[in-house]
């Protein structure tokens, strides 16, 4: 490599992920070793039920470079990168699932790049033909129409296995978001960005973290956190129908006072009125979601809670 780090952190969300994470350590020790260079693996429990941080704390007890830290509760994937960004210390910070998905070798390429000058190297998943075919669809889907909707742009397939220089992790940390997306947090911080392609394995054991719900909520909360555009949206849908029932008045007043055939309208007018309050209920749905959020974010919590972590003077051993 052109130029090593100082030192380099992997941080790893972990919910519930006790099956994957030994044979993850045994996947990334040796990449870890061949890179020479002072290195921490930080394990971020988020909430486990299974024996995920008793697995972790093994690890830690058998090799000094894994650092760990334990939420109080499960504060989702996206809290849980964060909190591995706010408390790892390398030069360079690299984030990967737990479940194998993301293949430890491609460490040596995004290093590659960040010795070519760039501060971000994002990985795109490359969907093999094992794929679940709905969650390529509705992934597909989401980037469309959050790309569409928003004001930052997320490559279709994006994952959160990136590297980030230190001074992006400072950026980041100055941004307190009570519903992160980090994905879109990357791309609005702007800084040199760069792309590199992967095929995504299975998982290794255990299901998906991300019910559809979750995916759901997820989507929702890409879009809203970077754009009022849906906002916007709302008013040309207001104007529209408004219009719309102008039309409609001016058919009644017709209807009423020259034609004289008012009872003909029924149908027309009852249509109208179950769509403007189907527009009606969507739009305060709409104000609802920012309103919610706004509500959320003034309450000005902690993004997490840290219950314990063995996180310090990682680079001082
Ligand atoms: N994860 C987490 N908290 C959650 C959900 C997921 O820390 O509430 C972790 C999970 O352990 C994994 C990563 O986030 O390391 C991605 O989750 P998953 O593999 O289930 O998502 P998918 O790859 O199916 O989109
Ligand atoms: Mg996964």
Redesign the pocket.
Known sequence: MKKPPKNISIV??????DACLNVLYEELCPVMDKLSCPYELIF?D?GSTDHTLETILLLSEQDFHVRWLSFSR?F??QK?LKAGLDYSQGEVVITM???M?HPSALIFDMLACWADGYDIVDTIRIDSKQSNCFKTVSSRLFYRLMNFLSDVTVTEGCA?FRLLDRKVIEALRGCREEYLFLRGMVSWVGFHRKQIPYQARM?YAGT???SLKKMILFAICGITSFSIRPLRWAILFAAFFALLSITEIIYVLYAVFISGQAVTGWASLAILISVLGAVILLMLGIIGEYLGKMFMQCKNRPEYIVRSENCSSSFNV
Do not use: L
């Open positions: 790893i969300p972990c919910f519930n992920e971020v988020d499960n989702g994937h849980a699932d737990a479940d998905q959160d998982r998906t973290k991300y």
